[in-house]
């Protein structure tokens, strides 16, 4: 079945940097755009990144544009985002996720806490 394990999180200060990745499996993931959310304490799950199939297009939400870069290895089913000069306000759960066979699957997520 499918599967994403993300990874890369932790405690980072104002304007330091970070790299998640995600290791999917479970389908053919050369083929499927994949996706970064945010959900922050209270708040609703958002869009970060999106990257299609072969790296062609990447797609950023206006808070993260210039500063987050999404990235994909198809030989090692990995997907990442290099986050940097980190902002408090970029605090939360990310996750990555994909759209397979007319279902979203979520990773388990993985905690960026920005403070200083």
């Known amino acids: 079945q499918v599967q994403l394990v993300e990874s890369g999180g932790g405690l980072v200060q104002p304007g330091g940097s970070l790299r998640l990745s995600c290791v999917a499996s479970g389908f053919i993931f050369s083929i499927y755009d994949m996706t970064w959310y945010s959900q922050a304490p209270g708040k609703e799950r958002e869009l970060v990144a999106t990257i299609t199939t072969f790296g062609g297009r990447t797609n950023y939400a206006a808070p993260v544009k210039g500063r987050f870069t999404i990235s994909r290895d198809n030989a090692k089913n990995t997907v990442y985002l290099q986050m940097n000069s980190l902002k408090p306000e970029d605090t939360a759960v990310y996750y990555c996720?994909?759209?397979?066979?007319?279902?979203?699957?979520w990773g388990q997520g993985t905690q960026v806490t920005v403070s200083s």
């Open positions: 996720s994909v759209y397979v066979r007319n279902r979203r699957y």
